[in-house]
Each structure stands twice: as structure tokens, then as C-alpha cells.
């Protein structure tokens, strides 16, 4: 059995995600008031250069008031399909194209308020495009060994969750 929707209420649209209340009726049978964010989805993406190097971002968040080290992502366009997304964004924030795509998996980042459910994709075959940031969005692109970036993780230089879990995907599928 799944939850039931009592009543839904809008408490704000936003650019990228919309905030409601609702009232539910659990499996349990428990009514309980949620805040929940609904979001459209985001794609995130482990690019591997032919050099066995990483591109990774070092983008300012302002929401913890400091920067993090994250795999390139973005949220998905009105009916656009993951890895349309996944392209558009690897451009926008790196400067770079791929040719070959594998999916990784995906993952719910916050199910305790959120929906939003994140798509992982690995990106081979780099190749030189036009980086076309956001206003928003203050990003170095590097590029970091393979191990140097799974060390980062290991010691908790990396706390960033869609980025600890592409690496660790990324890093399954190339040593099997």
C-alpha cells in the first residue's frame, strides 16, 4: 500500500523547484503533514578525460556559504530527456563535449523533503566546446587524476552526495 494524498497546497513556485504542504494518509494509516519540494530532476556527470583525469568543478554554494568539489550536473528543462540534459549541462559548466555515454545510475539525494531524483552518466571521448556558465554559477574547472579524486572522497575533501556517489559508480564500472 502507498501513501494518500488528503489535500496539496502551493506554498511557492520557484525557478527551479516548487514548495507545497500536504496532508497524508501513510501505509500505516498515520495523517501526517509534510513540506515537500518537487523538483523536475537533474543530471549528473562523471567526465573522464583520455589521461585518466577527472573534470571536476569547484563551485561556490551559497546556500552553505562556501565552495564544493562536485561532478558537472543541472536540472532538467521541461520535458527534456536525461541525457539531453546531461549533454546541455557538461558543455555549460566545463566547456567540454563527449561522444561516448554510459549510464551509472540514478539516485533520491533528500527523499526525506524532496523528489528529486538525479541521473548519473559517465562522459568518455572529451572533446574542446564553449563554456557557457550561468549568472548564477561561479565554477573552476580542473582536471584531477582518477585517484587523486577517490582519495578526496576517502578523506571527506568531497562531501558533495551526487558527486561521492558518481565517483563511487564511476569507479566500479572501470575496474570491472
Not at 501526517?32 to 523536475?40: G, K, L, Q, T, Y
Not at 524532496?114 to 557557457?132: C, N
Request: with cysteine.
Amino acid at each position: 500500500m502507498t501513501s494518500k494524498i488528503n489535500m496539496r497546497e502551493s506554498v511557492r513556485k520557484g525557478r527551479v523547484f516548487d514548495i507545497f504542504i500536504e496532508n497524508v494518509t501513510l501505509p500505516n494509516q498515520s495523517t501526517v503533514d509534510f513540506e515537500i519540494i518537487r523538483h523536475p530532476g537533474a543530471a549528473a556527470i562523471v567526465a573522464l578525460t583520455e589521461a585518466q583525469r577527472l573534470l571536476m568543478l569547484k563551485q561556490y554554494r551559497h546556500a552553505i556559504g562556501d565552495y564544493l568539489w562536485e561532478i558537472p550536473a543541472g536540472t532538467l528543462e521541461k520535458a527534456e530527456d536525461v541525457l539531453t540534459c546531461a549533454r546541455r549541462e557538461l558543455v555549460e559548466e566545463t566547456g567540454f563535449r563527449a561522444r561516448s555515454w554510459q549510464t551509472l545510475g540514478e539516485i533520491v539525494p533528500v527523499p526525506g523533503y524532496s523528489d528529486e531524483r538525479i541521473h548519473l552518466f559517465m562522459a568518455r571521448d572529451l572533446t574542446p566546446a564553449v563554456q557557457q556558465l550561468d549568472r548564477d554559477e561561479v565554477i573552476e574547472v580542473h582536471q584531477l587524476p582518477l585517484e587523486e579524486v577517490f582519495n578526496m572522497v576517502s578523506s571527506g575533501q568531497i562531501i558533495d552526495a551526487k558527486t561521492i556517489c558518481g565517483v563511487s559508480l564511476a569507479r566500479q564500472r572501470l575496474s570491472g
